[in-house]
Nanobody, 124 residues
Framework: QVQLVESGGGLVQAGGSLRLSCAAS????????MGWFRQAPGKEREFVAV????????RYRDSVNGRFTISRDNAKNTVALQMNSLKPEDTAVYYC?????????????????WGQGTQVTVSS
């Protein structure tokens, strides 16, 4: 069982930065693939980024590639999402998710555990 708690959301102007953090419980965190998803009002939840258990394999959705950076610290059981050059279209609730073995990493159904979400609002 893994429990996830996100933090770091808030209100920022376009062009600004935020750093989201996800703290995980459990002794097997290092074996999980960790993803970030987001959901805007009236839209479906969408994939943002994933970092595999080895910390080496990383993927991003095209619209955030080059602006967002995902990282993990297995010693501290945390995964972070550094978001730079934020745009109003990045406004959403951001969720941290864990998967024992993700195959199609863009699919939310591949992830076993989810955090409660943290709101990110980017003003124009």
């Amino acid at each position: 069982q893994v429990q996830l708690v996100e933090s770091g959301g808030g209100l920022v102007q376009a062009g600004g930065s935020l750093r989201l953090s996800c703290a995980a419980s459990g002794r097997t965190f290092s074996s999980y693939d960790m993803g970030w998803f987001r959901q805007a009002p009236g839209k479906e939840r969408e994939f943002v980024a994933v970092i595999f258990w080895n910390g080496v394999t990383i993927r991003y959705r095209d619209s955030v590639n080059g602006r967002f950076t995902i990282s993990r610290d297995n010693a501290k059981n945390t995964v972070a999402l550094q978001m730079n050059s934020l745009k109003p279209e990045d406004t959403a609730v951001y969720y941290c998710a864990a998967s024992r073995t993700v195959r199609v990493f863009t699919m939310s159904s591949e992830y076993n555990y989810w955090g409660q979400g943290t709101q990110v609002t980017v003003s124009s």
